[in-house]
């Protein structure tokens, strides 16, 4: 039988995909009709996963392990066949005074959000080669564009995620592959009910926002599709929010 969706098809890779946005984003693109890998550290989500569709494979993964990145491309490879699709999702939120930081936060953001991003990039290359291109997207965030006190380690390598993709979409262009930058504003997930957010009042914070609430990780998904699919052909190198209208400006 045919299979169906916006991105029948299509082969995906999914990082930080047992929980949150990421776990969102393999639901939504299984229900599109991609076969689908979700990786993550967190083995036992992932193996709550297993079996819930045909069309999804899970595999342990940490994202600053080249070996990892192997192993979890040859399951792709073996099961379903050559990714065309990469979702750099998998993130850490870490927080880090500028005053008394001692470089940890940021060497850790750095090595999970951003060069866990271009392992991923350098190792599905061949497999997108093979399939004459195919469409990375990276998993940014609102923190990208304005400054966040306090968790500066997390803001800046937001930031480096959306800068990466751009670079990232001038070298692989050439080869077919686009690579665009997704920007969520606030989502209910593990991430932000951390204990992080202790003592700030993130209702205040929603309420002021033009869509005045925290938006739930399904609502993401539908920017992934749309950039993970041939919707977005035209679209590489680019960012592309969906955060209630928190960037649209300050409220009056
Ligand atoms: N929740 C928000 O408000 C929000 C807003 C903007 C951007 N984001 C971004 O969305 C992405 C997903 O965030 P979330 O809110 O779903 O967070 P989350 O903490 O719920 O999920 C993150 C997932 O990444 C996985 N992960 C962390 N380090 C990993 C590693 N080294 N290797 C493999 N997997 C790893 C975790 O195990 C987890 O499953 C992140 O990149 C985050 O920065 C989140």
């Given at each position: 039988m045919e299979r169906e969706g916006r991105l029948a098809g299509s082969v995906a890779i999914v990082t930080g995909g047992a929980r949150g946005i990421g776990r969102a984003i393999v639901e939504r693109f299984v229900a599109?009709?991609?076969?689908?890998?979700?990786a993550d550290l967190l083995a036992d989500q992932l193996a709550?996963?297993?079996?819930?569709?045909?069309?999804?494979?899970?595999v342990p993964l940490d994202v600053r392990s080249r070996e990892d990145w192997a192993r979890a491309v040859e399951r792709c490879r073996t099961v379903f066949g050559p990714p065309n699709v990469l979702v750099n999702n998998a993130g850490v939120m870490l927080a880090g005074p500028i005053a008394d930081t001692d470089g940890t936060a940021y060497r850790d953001s750095f090595d999970i959000n951003v060069l866990g991003?271009?392992?991923g990039m350098q190792a599905t290359l061949e497999s997108m080669k093979e399939r004459g291109g195919g469409s990375v997207?990276?998993?940014s965030s609102t923190?990208?564009?304005?400054g966040t006190p306090g968790l500066a380690p997390y803001a800046a390598s937001k930031a480096a995620n959306m800068s990466l993709a751009?670079?990232?979409?001038?070298?692989?262009?050439p080869l077919g592959i686009r690579v665009n930058s997704l920007h969520p504003g606030g989502?209910?997930?593990p991430m932000s009910q951390s204990s992080l957010f202790d003592g700030f009042d993130q209702d205040a914070f929603y309420r002021r926002l033009p869509i005045p609430r925290?938006?739930?990780p399904h609502e993401i998904t539908g920017a992934a599709v749309f950039l993970a699919s041939d919707e977005s052909g035209f679209a590489t190198g680019s960012a592309f929010f969906v955060d209630g209208g928190q960037l649209a400006g300050p409220p009056l």
């Open positions: 599109e009709g991609a076969q689908v890998v979700a709550e996963m297993d079996g819930i569709s045909q069309r999804l494979v899970t991003a271009v392992f997207i990276i998993v923190a990208a564009m304005v751009k670079s990232a979409a001038i070298e692989l262009g989502v209910q997930t925290i938006a739930q």
